[in-house]
């Protein structure tokens, strides 16, 4: 294992370098630093897929050395969430991070982010309202507060995140101009199963009749974009996306909107003439999926 502090990269196939502490962190990140290499962050909470594997990659393209970090955040689970069960394969992350070419993990405890006598929240109010921020008041306050102390403890040039969670994506966005906090923050493209479900951690959660459910998710709000495309009313449209995710088995809908890809507006009823996605939010069985759609006038 390189110790840590120093700059060299450890040979193809390696056992990643894990760091649990701040100060280790920092020493790595500090020699990188003076050497000029441009550093790259993927904050994750584990168990990691594709599309976590997905922002690895990226992150390799565009800077010089990339870290990620595996932290199950306990602030942005609500007493009733899952945190204590949340998937955790931290071995098999690992091995998985080094294939992908990631140079360091960062595995800090709970008591290390949150040590006693922890007060301090950030919260991102009007972005955070509406979507998952209704029916997860909690949950992009515990987002945005482990973020910017990830951001703070890493200091990376850059950091990547999924659009699959594109209210959070948005919300980082904010934060990091509000707060002066200097990182590019990069949007990378949602990775779906071969039927177009959105990769997920808690998808592990489907039985098998839900998992093909699922799969229908993707194919109604990519049918609401569409439409909504060619010209259709935004209501209209929602309408019948509502009633297709009913007949295939959702037994319920949390929210399907059409919103602002910029700033998260709530658009519609009728005709949409700027960037805009689809939103969609639903719960089968236990699991809540959420997944989203751009409105593409070219495709
Ligand atoms: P999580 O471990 O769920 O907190 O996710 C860590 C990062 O991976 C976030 O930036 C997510 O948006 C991103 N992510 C999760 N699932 C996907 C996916 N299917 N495609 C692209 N990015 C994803």
């Not at 990643?16 to 993927?42: E, P, Y």
């Not at 994750?44 to 393209?61: C, D, E, N, P």
């Not at 405890?109 to 972005?127: C, F, H, N």
Request: proline share 6%; aromatic share 6%.
């Amino acid at each position: 294992m390189t110790p840590v502090g120093t700059d060299s990269r450890p040979p193809a196939g390696s056992p990643i370098k894990a760091v649990h502490t701040v100060q280790a962190l920092r020493a790595q990140v500090d020699a990188w630093r003076s050497k000029g290499l441009k550093i790259s962050f993927v904050p994750t909470m584990g168990a990691l897929h594709a599309g976590h594997l997905s922002l690895v990659r990226k992150s390799t393209t565009i800077a010089d050395r990339t870290i990620a970090s595996i932290f199950i955040n306990p602030r942005q689970f609500s007493p009733t969430e899952d945190l204590e069960t949340y998937p955790r394969n931290e071995e098999h992350d690992l091995k998985q991070l080094a294939a992908q070419g990631c140079d360091l993990v960062y595995v800090p405890s709970r008591d290390a982010m949150y040590p006693k006598g922890y007060q301090t929240s950030i919260v991102v109010p009007e972005l955070s309202q509406g979507l998952c921020g209704t029916s997860r008041p909690h949950f992009f306050g515990g987002v945005a507060t482990v973020v910017c102390k990830l951001l703070n403890q890493c200091r990376p040039d850059l950091a990547v995140f999924g659009e699959k969670d594109y209210q959070q994506l948005l919300i980082i966005k904010r934060m990091v101009t509000d707060l002066d906090i200097d990182v590019k923050i990069i949007g990378s493209a949602i990775v779906r199963e071969k039927d177009g479900l959105a990769m997920s951690s808690r998808n592990a959660y489907l039985s098998s009749q839900d998992r093909a459910t699922a799969g229908h998710l993707n194919r109604v709000i990519a049918e609401v974009a569409r439409t909504i495309a060619s010209g259709a009313r935004a209501d209209e449209a929602l309408c019948r996306g509502r009633a297709a995710l009913l007949s295939t088995g959702f037994p319920s809908i949390d929210y399907i909107e059409v919103r602002s890809a910029d700033d998260l507006t709530l658009l519609g009823p009728g005709v949409i003439d700027q960037p805009a996605r689809v939103f969609v939010a639903t719960v089968i069985g236990k699991t809540r999926l959420i997944d989203n759609w751009p409105i593409d006038k070219n495709q």
